[in-house]
């Protein structure tokens, strides 16, 4: 079941992970969302690029799941269930969370530095790491 309902769970993970980043982009550059969308064309949002990005997400519940079925040594098949729903979500919040810190930041130092001081936005927790977006390029909207 895990390996019907996992590569699911990975495609919304990816797809909301994709929106958070670009409504990012869309704020740090203040462009609006469909502009900073498009810009979305690094690496990561290509197909050929985004495959092990992709993979990760739809194989971290399964993964995560039959890890748990090998580890635990229940009697109580519900016990044993939830125990690899809990691991298999943890996983999958694992590689969400490497994704956004790989790739919340606009990359070559697209930002505005009001906007998102280094790149990071504001209401980033400071105890989370996040690439560096390099430093500013001079980058300015012209709207």
Same mark, same amino acid.
């Given at each position: 079941?895990? !390996?019907?309902?996992?590569? +699911?769970?990975?495609?919304?993970?990816?797809?909301?992970?994709? $929106?958070?980043?670009?409504?990012?982009?869309?704020?740090?550059?203040? @462009?609006?969302?469909?502009?900073?969308?498009?810009?979305?064309?690094?690496?990561? *949002?290509?197909? %050929?690029?985004?495959?092990?990005?992709?993979?990760?997400?739809?194989?971290? !519940?399964?993964?995560?799941?039959?890890?748990?079925?090998?580890?635990?040594?229940?009697?109580?098949? @519900?016990?044993? +269930? @939830?125990? $690899?729903? #809990? %691991?298999? @979500?943890? #996983?999958? *919040?694992?590689? !969400?969370?490497?994704?956004?810190?790989?790739?919340? /930041?606009? &990359?070559? $130092?697209?930002?505005?530095? /009001?906007?998102? =001081?280094?790149?990071? &936005?504001?209401?980033?927790?400071?105890?989370?790491?996040?690439?560096?977006? $390099? =430093?500013?390029?001079?980058?300015?909207?012209?709207?």
């Amino acid at each position: 079941m895990a !390996f019907a309902v996992g590569p +699911v769970l990975g495609l919304i993970a990816d797809f909301r992970a994709g $929106g958070l980043i670009s409504s990012t982009w869309s704020s740090c550059m203040d @462009l609006p969302w469909q502009t900073a969308y498009d810009i979305t064309d690094d690496p990561r *949002f290509d197909l %050929v690029g985004d495959f092990p990005m992709l993979a990760a997400y739809c194989l971290a !519940f399964p993964l995560g799941c039959l890890a748990t079925l090998l580890v635990v040594r229940s009697r109580d098949r @519900l016990t044993v +269930v @939830l125990a $690899g729903s #809990a %691991v298999g @979500l943890l #996983a999958l *919040f694992a590689v !969400f969370a490497v994704d956004l810190t790989s790739n919340l /930041s606009p &990359p070559r $130092g697209n930002y505005l530095q /009001s906007r998102c =001081p280094h790149g990071v &936005p504001p209401w980033w927790p400071a105890f989370l790491p996040v690439r560096d977006s $390099g =430093p500013p390029s001079g980058f300015e909207h012209r709207g």
